[in-house]
């Protein structure tokens, strides 16, 4: 997938996630996109947290369908939608730069007065060892491993990046609710892989404004030396005829074995100016080839292949890191939807009085976890008769549900000893029994804080180890991002 299907996959799954009670996309339509394109995948082949090649093609191909019929649904989706934006380049800047870095070159390359091309009056060294530091840096940064996602990607990316995802902002309005919570969510999962991508983009950018740099050197040579006769002259008070000589041959090696031009060494002593005076200047158009052919050498040729090295590395980057964004539990949650038949999931309810929108959440918790077409069948155990409920109770099949009110501090004595007796009647009736344990938080949402829920979630988990097979929190967020965590 390229950048564009990344951005249109990550837009979905905030909005899933950010949407677990289907304000925006009720769950019919979501399990209509998952049948359509999951292609007989199944949730028990997702092993992992990293998108493998046929779980990421699901992805793509139900983002599409779900972008595809998406045209002409309510109002407020495709607003939410076009707030999920993440900080970008723009070709337009490249463009400026690129044009002021070719200016600049052939603005700064003057071959002299009086019609004499100086060789060393040029930048031609400084800009070599300049770039000889930077291609050696470029080389090492291509070539160093991708390091984790969460990097903002280096202080130019930061502060350009800033900037754009200010100004977006300003140009709306504050959103709350649902919206706010799926905008929060895809900028924690899209933008980091954008200001790596626009700090890679970047690297490329000013390697291509480099190599513009050096042509616009070049092209001022050719272009000045058209209308004009030049003759080749060289001065210098740190260097003498034999030094130069050996400078000038260093020098114009690469270009000259590249461009088959031979460098006029035996020009050399005729061109030294010493004492205000030239014995012998030179035609100049060998040296023009010469200093020209060194620029493309050795400045264009490796910027050029560094910016093409790097656009083909920031593309598999963004790739690489994109698809270690933890896709187990939603690529889960996504085929549990639309598998299983008609199975009977027996819920044991705790001290609940279960309401609709009670089960709403609970129901959403069971398919979940054993399959979007799973059948939940409740039944209640009043508070203080667990013994009783335990010794007369006849399981119906092998998967279980028991299901305490979350805010209920757990005692062995009580709910420990109820799990136990419950699974001790199972394998009188079954082998492999599969006992889930499902936390009703529903009455939490907003007098809770994510870390206490957690904390709580983890006394639970302790209490029944080694007797359920998980811990599912149940939890229904009216203005937060929520959905049945797995523990």
């Known amino acids: 997938m390229d950048w564009k299907d990344w951005q249109r996959v990550l837009k979905w799954r905030a909005l899933e996630e950010g949407d677990a009670d289907g304000v925006l996309v009720n769950a019919e339509r979501r399990r209509e996109a998952t049948a359509h394109t999951r292609a007989g995948l199944a949730s028990e082949e997702i092993t ?75 930048p031609l060294v400084g800009l070599l060892a300049w770039n000889a530091v930077v291609i050696v840096l470029g080389v090492l940064c291509e070539l160093l491993p991708v390091s984790s996602a969460t990097s903002r990607g280096g202080w130019m990316a930061e502060f350009l990046a800033h900037g754009i995802s200010r100004i977006g902002k300003a140009s709306k309005a504050v959103e709350t609710g649902v919206a706010e919570t799926v905008r929060a969510r895809y900028e924690e999962l899209a933008w980091p892989l954008a200001w790596r991508r626009l700090q890679m983009r970047l690297r490329m950018w000013l390697h291509v404004a480099a190599a513009l740099l050096a042509i616009g050197g070049a092209t001022a040579l050719y272009a000045r030396g058209w209308s004009h006769e030049y003759r080749a002259v060289w001065e210098s008070t740190l260097l003498e005829e034999q030094n130069a000589a050996a400078f000038f041959e260093t020098l114009f090696k690469p270009a000259s074995k590249v461009l088959r031009v031979p460098v006029p060494l035996e020009q050399i002593r005729g061109m030294h100016r010493t004492s205000g005076k030239v014995e012998n200047p030179a035609p100049a158009l060998a040296w023009i080839h010469l200093y020209a052919g060194t620029l493309l050498v050795l400045i264009v040729v490796p910027r050029l292949l560094l910016a093409g090295l790097g656009a083909l590395r920031c593309g598999r980057t963004n790739a690489q890191l994109a698809r270690a964004l933890n896709w187990g539990g939603y690529l889960r949650s996504l085929l549990r939807a639309v598998e299983g038949g008609s199975e009977r999931i027996q819920v044991l309810v705790h001290a609940i009085e279960p309401t609709p929108a009670h089960r709403e959440v609970w129901d959403r918790g069971v398919r979940e976890r054993f399959g979007g077409m799973a059948r939940a069948e409740y039944l209640r155990i009043p508070a203080g008769e667990e013994d009783e409920f335990a010794a007369s109770w006849q399981p119906v099949c092998a998967n279980l549900v028991i299901l305490f009110n979350m805010a209920t501090t757990p005692e062995a004595e009580v709910q420990r000893r109820l799990v136990s ?39 639970w988990s302790q209490m029944v180890e080694g007797l359920a097979s998980e811990v599912i929190v149940a939890v229904r967020k009216e203005s937060a991002r929520a959905k049945p965590s797995v523990a």
């Open 48 to 122: 992992g947290d990293v998108l493998e090649e046929r779980s990421e093609s699901f992805l793509d191909k139900r983002a599409e369908w779900l972008e595809r019929e998406a045209v002409g649904w309510r109002g407020d989706l495709i607003h939410v939608l076009d707030l999920l934006r993440v900080p970008q380049g723009r070709w337009s800047w490249a463009l400026v730069g690129w044009a002021l870095a070719l200016l600049t070159g052939y603005w700064f390359t003057d071959l002299g007065q009086a019609g004499e091309f100086n060789l060393l009056a040029l």
């Open 421 to 459: 007796d419950v699974r001790q009647r199972l394998l009188t009736k079954h082998a492999e029994p599969e006992i889930v344990v499902l936390l009703d938080g529903t009455s939490l949402a907003g007098r809770w804080s994510a870390e206490k829920i957690a904390g709580r979630e983890q006394l």
